[in-house]
């Protein structure tokens, strides 16, 4: 069964709000999160990483003030798109591993952004 | 620098015959590969890893893929496809010297005729 959930799967949202997306890891306690940017026809691409109780690691050219992530607990990550653009739209998904296959990565199924 | 290539954006089979998926990477250590499956707007599925045990690794649904150090290659084959392997598929590396950064590929689309 899945091991990361993310919600919302699907989310439409208007131009300059706000947008949170919720991942979960749901049989471990997950120190490290991922998050990656997948668009159309395209491979994923790594934005950041989320560490627990300390700040998100970024990757270059990611603004960290326009996605936000939070990984207050051992089993929640956020990350939210502020004042979201039209070149914001994308599929972002995120991913965990295990303390037993640490070079294991396991994705959530994924959060489809359409902003108009 | 660490990368990974695959060499096809799209390969067309039919179904009942053999597939075959290119991957060349590049490391400067001992790294470790693996085959993923995405399917249409869906998260990706692990399909199978190499981690420095043996070369030739099996994975779930009939795939397997064969690590060449001489070839730096890690393709990934099934001896007869089926409909429901029709997905994109990417090949990723993680370099030993990165802790659980990993790579992606470009993807290779896969379609299979009936």
């Known amino acids: 069964g899945a091991v990361v959930s993310q919600h919302p799967s699907r989310v439409i949202c208007k131009s300059g709000t706000s947008v949170k997306i919720e991942c979960r890891s749901l049989?471990?306690?997950?120190?490290?999160m991922f998050w990656y940017r997948q668009f159309p026809k395209q491979s994923l691409m790594l934005m950041a990483t989320?560490?627990?109780?300390?700040?998100?690691?970024?990757e270059q050219g990611v603004e960290k003030d326009k996605f936000l992530i939070n990984h207050a607990s051992l089993t929640l990550s956020t990350l939210t798109v502020t004042s979201a653009h039209p070149e914001d739209s994308s599929f972002y998904i995120c991913?965990?591993?295990?303390?037993?296959?640490?070079?294991?990565?396991?994705f959530g199924p994924g959060t489809r952004l359409t902003v108009l | 620098a660490q990368s990974v290539t695959q060499l096809d954006s799209h390969v067309s089979v039919s179904e009942g015959t053999p597939v075959l998926l290119r991957c060349n990477y590049s490391s400067s250590y001992s790294p470790s590969l693996f085959w993923y499956v995405q399917h249409p707007n869906k998260g990706l599925q692990l399909l199978l890893k190499y981690t420095s045990a043996a070369t030739l690794v099996k994975g779930i649904n009939g795939f397997e893929a064969e690590f060449k150090k001489s070839e730096t290659s890690f393709h990934l084959t099934k001896p007869s496809a089926h409909m429901s392997d029709a997905a994109e598929y990417f090949c990723?590396?993680?370099?030993?010297?990165?802790?659980?950064?990993?790579?992606f590929g470009s993807g290779t689309r896969l379609s299979i005729r009936p």
């Open positions: 991913s965990r591993g295990t303390s037993r296959e640490a070079d294991t990565q396991y």
């Open positions: 989320s560490n627990e109780g300390s700040k998100a690691t970024y």
């Open positions: 049989d471990f306690q997950a120190t490290t």
């Open positions: 990723v590396v993680r370099p030993y010297s990165s802790a659980s950064k990993i790579i």
